[in-house]
């Protein structure tokens, strides 16, 4: 860990709203319902004290209708669910101003389990500020399950202040996001900090864990042995851009003694190595329940990833696999090829930049061919796959069914390659994203990709930029787009005059390139039923 934690670039956050943000709409809502207006003339005024009650019922409801709305669409801005939390305050307010003053009733609303600080800009807290945003958890009664305190800088006094509020919630707690909730803070500071949290939280019965982006390092993990040693029903856990080295995975495996109920395992971006990738391979090893794996950009090599390959044995429950950008090679590639044998409900394979090679691409098809009939996702892009893997590859994407996105871009595959996927891709009906981009595809291959996805009914995007494409080739191509030209990638990085190589490909024109694909316009993609 550094002696400075390194402040990081951030996104501002439409949802969910900060804490301050809540307690001044609530204020707000309080003046409005306790002030003469043109309601108030007809039926009465309410008293500051039943005002501000209702104000908070109001804002309790409408922020749990909004937040349960972002949750069932995550991947949007929270636009939606900010417009949803006004029109619901709006709605409320306007039903108790009608209603006039009377003995105090509650508003009905879903239970609040959600307490996040994590909107707006990263921050440092302190002991002032703290009071005031942890103030909700610490009313008795509370329903909060899970807490958010991500994106704010936790200083010692905070930390002392968040301590007894957090232990009177152990109880109840089976949700906590601790990910960067220590930046910019000094080694010694961060280090206590974290030991604060987790005295506080030992022993809780967590569910979810997080506590990605905070430079844990070796110190950091061992800063949470005793809330790590206490868990044993935790389902999700996430350790991304930790700086988790060989020691701390070593840390990791040491202090999380059951992981049979885990679920989610998250830890991308880490420098583990081949040592501490053995490490890890424990852990995934005695998580037979596991069904989405993060491992990518680990720095693990040959060695560290036939042992995660190996761990992957026992997890055959496993939905989703993202084990992209390490430096796994062929070996690695093929033993994962023997070990994903039986895994049925794989959904989502991203396997790019491995250093597969042809040999590893192709044993993996053939593995993917035989046991992953739900396959929705296949990555495997920048592996150095040739033509000579293209059979392989395209029996293995022609008999997907479900196959919804194909990324096979900064490969090898040339036209040759590229006619053999685009044939393979044409009975695949749920299929919406393909970028077979920087492969030195020329027209031929352009043309039949093209061709191949263009009546797709839910098609979304096809990428074939970085490629060698004529300017014939180009045009033929976006003809083919011309009702829906949002569904072809641009061609900014296209060079018509590229070469790859190949000095008798290089130098072929149209014609050659008609020739090749009129010799493979027939060809058949041999799949197994």
């Given at each position: 860990m550094e002696t400075t934690m390194n402040q990081r670039s951030f996104s501002i956050k439409l949802w969910p709203p900060s804490q301050s943000t809540r307690l001044m709409l609530v204020e707000r809502m309080t003046k409005n319902l306790s002030t003469p207006s043109i309601f108030s003339k007809k039926y009465g005024v309410l008293s500051a004290e039943e005002a501000k009650e209702?104000?908070?019922q109001i804002e309790d409801s409408a922020f749990a209708a909004a937040?349960?709305?972002?949750?069932?669409?995550?991947?949007g801005d929270g636009s939606s669910a900010v417009q949803l939390y006004a029109k619901e305050s709006s709605k409320h307010m306007l039903e108790i101003l009608k209603r006039g003053p009377q003995t105090m009733e509650k508003v009905d609303s879903p239970c609040v389990t959600v307490f996040d600080i994590s909107g707006g800009k990263?921050?440092?807290?302190?002991?002032e500020e703290a009071e005031e945003l942890l103030r909700p958890l610490a009313d008795k009664g509370n329903s909060y399950s899970r807490i958010c305190f991500s994106n704010r800088s936790f200083g010692r006094g905070a930390a002392r202040v968040a301590e007894p509020i957090?232990?009177?919630?152990?109880?109840?707690?089976?949700?906590v996001d601790l990910s960067d909730f220590i930046a910019g803070r000094p080694e010694e500071e961060a280090i206590e900090v974290m030991n604060i949290f987790s005295s506080a939280l030992e022993g809780c019965v967590l569910k979810f864990l997080d506590l990605s982006n905070n430079a844990l390092g070796e110190k950091g993990v061992r800063a949470f042995e005793a809330l790590l040693k206490s868990q044993s029903s935790l389902e999700e856990l996430y350790l991304m851009n930790d700086g988790i080295s060989e020691e701390a995975a070593g840390a990791v495996r040491e202090l999380i003694p059951s992981t049979e109920k885990l679920k989610v395992l998250h830890f991308h971006n880490n420098m583990t190595g081949d040592e501490g990738a053995i490490a890890i391979s424990e852990v995934v090893k005695r998580s037979p329940a596991l069904e989405d794996f993060r491992c990518s950009s680990t720095r693990v090599g040959s060695e560290g990833g036939i042992a995660l390959t190996e761990a992957l044995k026992t997890c055959t429950s496993l939905k989703k696999l993202d084990i992209r950008d390490n430096m796994f090679g062929v070996e690695a590639g093929v033993a994962l090829s023997q070990a994903l044998s039986s895994h049925v409900g794989l959904v989502e394979a991203y396997l790019s930049y491995l250093n597969l090679e042809d040999e590893g691409a192709i044993a993996l098809a053939n593995a993917f061919k035989e046991c992953t009939p739900s396959l929705e996702v296949l990555e495997m892009a920048g592996n150095e796959i040739t033509a000579e893997a293209a059979p392989a590859l395209a029996s293995c994407i022609a008999s997907k069914h479900l196959l919804k996105k194909l990324n096979l871009s900064e490969n090898e595959l040339k036209d040759e390659g590229a006619i053999r996927i685009g044939k393979a891709l044409g009975g695949l009906k749920q299929l919406k994203e393909v970028?077979?981009?920087?492969?030195?595809?020329?027209?031929?291959?352009?043309?039949?990709?093209?061709?191949?996805?263009?009546?797709?009914?839910?098609?979304?995007?096809?990428?074939?930029?970085?490629n060698f494409i004529s300017d014939e080739g180009i045009d033929e191509v976006t003809e083919m787009f011309k009702k829906s030209?949002?569904?072809?990638g641009p061609f900014d990085e296209n060079d018509p005059?590229?070469?790859?190589?190949?000095d008798e490909e290089s130098n072929e024109e149209a014609d050659d390139e008609d020739e090749l694909g009129s010799k493979l316009k027939n060809l058949e993609v041999n799949q197994e039923d």
């Open positions: 209702n104000a908070k937040n349960e709305h972002y949750e069932r669409e995550p991947d990263r921050a440092f807290i302190e002991a957090l232990v009177s919630l152990k109880d109840q707690l089976t949700e970028d077979m981009s920087t492969n030195s595809i020329r027209r031929a291959g352009a043309r039949l990709l093209a061709q191949s996805v263009i009546e797709k009914p839910d098609f979304k995007l096809l990428n074939i930029d970085g030209p949002d569904m072809l005059e590229g070469e790859d190589g190949d």
